[in-house]
């Protein structure tokens, strides 16, 4: 089956609720970016590789089209999808995206979804890439150098602007630690807010003399309308250029565990270091991530320069741009989300998910 063979049902979408965005250009409906920043990505991409068809009889499978958390309270609504799957023995695609771990208990579903725990993934749920922009379109790859010493970079949100925000903060650490040693819950460890590993990890580095710093750090969230504290063209040129003069980039997941960060790095050819949070990852069975990510697991964070170093000086002259242009062939051909996309739905109407 040819990628471009995809037939999806899609029924009528609700008049009320935002569309999927990869069904705009089938829809001829504009780009919804609410209070979101910098969302251009819908300006690269395409999603001609599928059709979408009237009748149910006639997909490969069968998509809701809006996020399942704006529409799962209309039930009437979700079970028709149901009703259609079992009579027709087709596969229901469900996006979640996000930062929401909660379940979706449709039936006959494959779940989509941005954020999710390693421990905690059922076997009908796929991780995918955030909607990404492509940072080097209509550009060419830059090459670092090997240096004596590699530099760790990182310019986001990573701070608390007053005292009320810090009381927060900290009572949500409280109740993680109770969970976690009065309660043994091994896992609330990684359900702690980004932030709390972000603030942990600039502190070690900071005193680290085995790496050199570029950090820039902020006290809200840079990609919101609602919390960024410049203007937003400078926020992003600042951003870039940290990644671009960084040999790595510090990415921490957020409130949900997934980092834009992780693939913009990728996607201008930089290597990640991506503090492991119990954090899965898109096609972990075809992208030898290890390669060109370093991984540095969220109880090790103490010895997060010794990995950066070991990372690092193994790496010969060579070596090194091959993995920076590994890291952004991997963005192009697998995780630019209407690339990632192609991919799984044509996996799902061949009966192979």
Known sequence: MKETDIKIYIGEPLKDVVTLPILDEHLGV???????????I???????FFDIVSRPEEADFLLIPHDYFRIHEKTEYIQQFVEYAQIHSKKIVIFVYGDTDKKVTVP??????????RHEL???????????????????????????????????????????SRIKFGLKIIVSNIKKY?????????????????KKALAILARSTHIRTNFIVRKTYSGHRLTIELPPEQAREEYIDNILNSDFTLCVKGDGNWSYRFYETLALGRLPIL??????????????????????????LHDISRYISEFYYKIGDEEYGRLQQKARDIFLKYLRIDLFLAIIFARVARGEI
């Open 30 to 40: 504009p780009h919804h970016k609410g209070n979101r920043l910098f969302r251009n």
């Open 42 to 48: 819908f300006l690269q991409v395409s999603f001609s």
């Open 108 to 117: 006959h579903s494959i779940v989509l979804r941005t954020s999710g725990y």
């Open 122 to 164: 059922s076997e009908n749920e796929i991780i995918m890439p955030p909607y990404v922009e492509d940072l080097l379109r209509g550009h060419e790859i830059t090459f670092r150098k090997k240096a004596d010493i590699p530099v760790v970079g990182f310019c986001g949100w990573a701070d608390l602007p007053g005292v009320g």
């Open 182 to 198: 009065i309660l043994h819950d091994i896992h609330a460890e990684v359900k702690k807010q980004g932030i709390f590993f972000r």
């Open 275 to 300: 503090i492991d949070t119990d954090t899965p990852l898109p096609l972990e069975n075809m992208i030898s991530y290890s390669e060109f990510v370093l991984k540095i697991p969220h109880d090790k």
